[in-house]
């Protein structure tokens, strides 16, 4: 059972760094059945796919906030990160990490990110 799980900070202040973090158990990350999103959803908002991962540690990112987004992983540790840099009130969001298996799709639980000063 593929098992996903976010971590990081809470509350962040404009202009800083948002790291995140989402641990993969149940699979690995270099399954190459498996892509892996970063998802968020701000209060009131739909769903806004941020960008991804895949097997071979390929990234493509949403154009509208590809220049402050970078996803990476570790293998070592089976987890893929989230950084998100210049971050504003707007960033705030649930955000989600995600497996995709066509037509499958495995969700972490989300963790609320707030930016605030």
């Known amino acids: 059972q593929v ?6 900070p809470g509350l962040v202040k404009p202009s800083q760094t ?3 973090t989402c641990t993969v158990s149940g699979t690995t990350l270099t399954n190459n059945v498996y892509d ?3 998802i968020r959803q701000p209060p009131g908002k739909a769903l806004e796919w941020m960008g991804g991962i895949n097997a071979r540690g390929g990234t ?7 220049r402050r987004t970078s996803i990476s992983r570790d293998t070592s540790k089976n987890q893929f ?5 210049s ?3 707007e ?8 497996g995709y298996n066509q037509p499958f799709d ?9 930016v605030s000063s």
């Open 3 to 8: 098992q996903l799980q976010e971590s990081g």
């Open 18 to 20: 948002v790291s995140l």
């Open 36 to 38: 892996w999103w970063w």
């Open 60 to 66: 493509a990112y949403s154009p509208s906030i590809k």
């Open 81 to 85: 990160t989230l950084e998100l840099t």
């Open 87 to 89: 971050v504003t009130p």
């Open 91 to 98: 960033d705030t969001a649930v955000y989600y990490c995600v």
């Open 106 to 114: 495995y969700w972490g639980q989300g963790t609320q990110v707030t």
